[in-house]
């Protein structure tokens, strides 16, 4: 992984190979082979979410991947002490806080990192302390901004999902301009900004033009792409996709 600054990366999210083993309770798919798959196909990260509920990726992912993956591990998490005593003792390259409800079917929002403040930067706390990066997964608001700033977290990813789930192209329209100026707010607070949730082949581009935005985290669309054309194929189009929009953009 290259470090060049107006670079876009893509971060791989293979929950959904798990989904696919656990509706079943096989030993297939293997994330695991997923992951390598995924990295060997110019994926930057892999990201993974261990739910409180185990519906898909197990702690044994966690642990097999985080001695086998050649990029970042992204594990994404619910701030609870369960998974931050995980966090800490794997100590995976990146973590991600987000919002968890058992009955949702995916995430549904941001973390409300204003209305937790106290806890939220105490989890930062503990995991910059384990040596772990910190990410904080938030709706494109300037008030979460700010509290994600005050509470330590080196990097935010701005919740794209109302972007992508938006019926008409006035309503994407206005989500968009929410997320680019969410963007630009988190570069001024001196933070890294990430983004994802919902992105797929025909909507990731317009989010990948923009300049500052420095992680597109995707799982879904990849996952689903890659029954038809293969998971490597599926990868290099998502991040051909990227790539090509970052260069066009401004054009
Ligand atoms: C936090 C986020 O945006 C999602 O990637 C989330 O991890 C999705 O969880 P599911 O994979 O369970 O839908
Ligand atoms: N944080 C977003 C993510 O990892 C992937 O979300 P999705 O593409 O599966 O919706």
């Given at each position: 992984?290259?470090?060049?600054?107006?670079?876009?990366?893509?971060?791989?999210n293979i929950d959904h190979i798990a989904t696919l083993r656990q509706?079943?309770?096989t030993l297939y798919p293997e994330p695991i082979q997923a992951a390598l798959?995924a990295?060997?196909?110019?994926?930057?990260?892999i990201t993974l979410h261990l739910r409180?509920?185990r519906r898909h990726i197990q702690d044994r992912d966690v642990a097999m991947l985080h001695d086998i993956l050649?990029?970042?591990m992204n594990l994404e998490m619910?701030?609870?002490?369960?998974?931050?005593?995980i966090?800490?003792?794997i100590?995976p390259?990146?973590?991600?806080?987000?919002?968890?409800?058992?009955?949702?079917?995916?995430?549904?929002?941001?973390?409300?990192?204003?209305?937790?403040?106290?806890?939220?930067?105490?989890?930062?706390?503990?995991?910059?302390?384990?040596?772990?990066?910190?990410?904080?997964?938030?709706?494109?608001?300037?008030?979460?901004?700010?509290?994600?700033?005050?509470?330590?977290?080196?990097?935010?990813?701005?919740?794209?999902?109302?972007?992508?789930?938006?019926?008409?192209?006035?309503?994407?329209?206005?989500?968009?301009?929410?997320?680019?100026?969410?963007?630009?707010?988190?570069?001024?607070?001196?933070?890294?900004?990430?983004?994802?949730?919902?992105?797929?082949?025909?909507?990731?581009?317009?989010?990948?033009?923009?300049?500052?935005?420095?992680?597109?985290?995707?799982g879904?669309?990849?996952?689903?792409?890659?029954?038809?054309?293969?998971?490597?194929?599926?990868?290099?189009?998502?991040?051909?996709?990227?790539?090509?929009?970052?260069?066009?953009?401004?054009?």
């Amino acid at each position: 992984m290259s470090d060049a600054s107006n670079e876009i990366l893509l971060g791989v999210n293979i929950d959904h190979i798990a989904t696919l083993r656990q509706s079943r309770g096989t030993l297939y798919p293997e994330p695991i082979q997923a992951a390598l798959l995924a990295e060997q196909a110019g994926a930057d990260s892999i990201t993974l979410h261990l739910r409180e509920d185990r519906r898909h990726i197990q702690d044994r992912d966690v642990a097999m991947l985080h001695d086998i993956l050649q990029t970042r591990m992204n594990l994404e998490m619910a701030v609870t002490d369960e998974m931050l005593a995980i966090a800490e003792k794997i100590q995976p390259a990146d973590c991600c806080l987000v919002p968890e409800r058992r009955e949702e079917l995916t995430t549904e929002g941001g973390l409300d990192v204003k209305g937790q403040r106290t806890r939220i930067a105490e989890a930062c706390r503990r995991l910059a302390d384990a040596g772990v990066r910190v990410s904080l997964f938030i709706d494109a608001e300037p008030e979460q901004i700010a509290a994600a700033a005050d509470c330590g977290a080196p990097v935010i990813e701005i919740h794209t999902g109302h972007y992508a789930d938006a019926d008409s192209a006035a309503g994407q329209q206005r989500e968009f301009v929410k997320i680019a100026e969410a963007v630009e707010h988190g570069v001024a607070a001196g933070l890294q900004v990430n983004a994802g949730h919902g992105l797929h082949y025909h909507n990731v581009s317009r989010i990948a033009a923009l300049p500052a935005i420095r992680e597109l985290n995707i799982g879904h669309a990849i996952i689903a792409r890659s029954l038809f054309t293969g998971l490597e194929e599926a990868v290099r189009e998502m991040k051909r996709l990227m790539v090509n929009a970052r260069v066009n953009q401004g054009v």
